[in-house]
Nanobody
Framework: QVQLVESGGGLVQAGGSLRLSCAAS????????MAWFRQFLGKEREFVAA????????RTRDSVKGRFTISRDNAKSTLYLQMNSLKSEDTAVYYC???????????????????WGQGTQVTVSS
């Protein structure tokens, strides 16, 4: 069983930065693909960024490319999302997710993930 706990959310002004962290416990590591999703109020959860188990492959949503960077530290069992140049439309609850996928695979669809964190709120004021 894998448990995921996000942290790092909060209130920030437009143009500012935040770094989200997702601490994983249980049997994780390079065999688990991970990702960040976000959910706007009243909307479906949407993909933000994904990273393969070994950290070599990443995928990022077009609307956040150049602003958000996903990374991981398998030695610390931690996933990160560095968010720069934040906009008010980035306001959402951000979730991390994990699934077994080998060292190279990335997945963009929420149903592909078996484990989810509880979410962390990011609010960007304009």
């Amino acid at each position: 069983q894998v448990q995921l706990v996000e942290s790092g959310g909060g209130l920030v002004q437009a143009g500012g930065s935040l770094r989200l962290s997702c601490a994983a416990s249980g049997r994780t590591g390079s065999s688990y693909a991970m990702a960040w999703f976000r959910q706007f109020l009243g909307k479906e959860r949407e993909f933000v960024a994904a990273i393969s188990g070994g950290g070599l492959n990443t995928r990022t949503r077009d609307s956040v490319k150049g602003r958000f960077t996903i990374s991981r530290d398998n030695a610390k069992s931690t996933l990160y999302l560095q968010m720069n140049s934040l906009k008010s439309e980035d306001t959402a609850v951000y979730y991390c997710a994990a699934t077994r996928g080998g060292p190279y695979a990335t997945y963009l669809e929420a149903p592909a993930y078996d484990y989810w964190g509880q979410g962390t709120q990011v609010t960007v004021s304009s």
